[in-house]
T-cell receptor
Framework: GQQLNQSPQSMFIQEGEDVSMNCTSSSIFNTWLWYKQDPGEGPVLLIALYKAGELTSNGRLTAQFGTTRKDSFLNISASIPSDVGIYFCAGQRGTGNQFYFGTGTSLTVIP | SAVISQKPSRDICQRGTSLTIQCQVDSQVTMMFWYRQQPGQSLTLIATANQGSEATYESGFVIDKFPISRPNLTFSTLTVSNMSPEDSSIYLC???????????FGSGTRLTVV
């Protein structure tokens, strides 16, 4: 299946620091999604991106749809302890097609 | 966005038995999806379930092992059959929320096979 690579695989940061993570693909996608998964829960959608170059914010989170359509980026500003979790990107080639999920970035915020 | 109720939330099962997982959505949706998340791994699509037709399975997944029902537009079940320890995973159902809401997931079923 399609492989989406996320980096970094894990991050340990101090509370208040900014976070950046990215997701790359060998294929072009028309939609990018970013999810957060807490332990024992299903993934929760954070941001959806539908257009190359699009920059979308959700509170302290900002995500960008890469201009090549093969990558996407997620930034978290001024991290807080509740940001802890695993962040997944997901890409879709076209409407009705399946979403392929990235390998995940585990975020730990140290108070 | 749609609200999904999935049950059971967790179960411990004996090898060789089967478990049926239920997924209830609070609104009518055309497509429902079943994912597997193995320990420490990402999500892998098992199959897509449309109401009124056979589910479409992804490579590596077969109907005999993971039979799916989709009797109406708000409900689906996934059965994990003849379980082995390798089936220990989180199983998640998801719907296409559309209207810019992307995919919504249930809280998952954590399955342990002993």
């Amino acid at each position: 299946g399609q492989q989406l690579n996320q980096s970094p695989q894990s991050m340990f940061i101090q509370e208040g620091e900014d976070v950046s993570m990215n997701c790359t693909s060998s294929s072009i996608f028309n939609t990018w999604l970013w999810y957060k998964q807490d332990p024992g829960e299903g993934p929760v959608l954070l941001i959806a991106l539908y257009k190359a170059g699009e920059l979308t914010s959700n509170g302290r989170l900002t995500a960008q749809f890469g201009t090549t359509r093969k990558d996407s980026f997620l930034n978290i500003s001024a991290s807080i302890p509740s940001d802890v979790g695993i962040y997944f990107c997901a890409g879709q080639r076209g409407t009705g097609n399946q979403f392929y999920f990235g390998t995940g970035t585990s975020l730990t915020v140290i108070p | 966005s749609a609200v999904i109720s999935q049950k059971p939330s967790r179960d411990i099962c004996q090898r060789g038995t089967s478990l049926t997982i239920q997924c209830q959505v609070d609104s009518q949706v055309t497509m429902m999806f079943w994912y597997r998340q193995q320990p420490g791994q990402s999500l892998t699509l098992i199959a897509t379930a449309n109401q009124g037709s056979e589910a479409t399975y992804e490579s590596g997944f077969v109907i005999d092992k993971f039979p799916i029902s989709r009797p109406n537009l708000t409900f689906s079940t996934l059965t994990v059959s003849n379980m082995s320890p390798e089936d220990s995973s989180i199983y998640l159902c998801s719907v296409d929320g559309r209207a810019n809401y992307g995919y919504t997931f249930g809280s998952g079923t954590r399955l342990t096979v002993v």
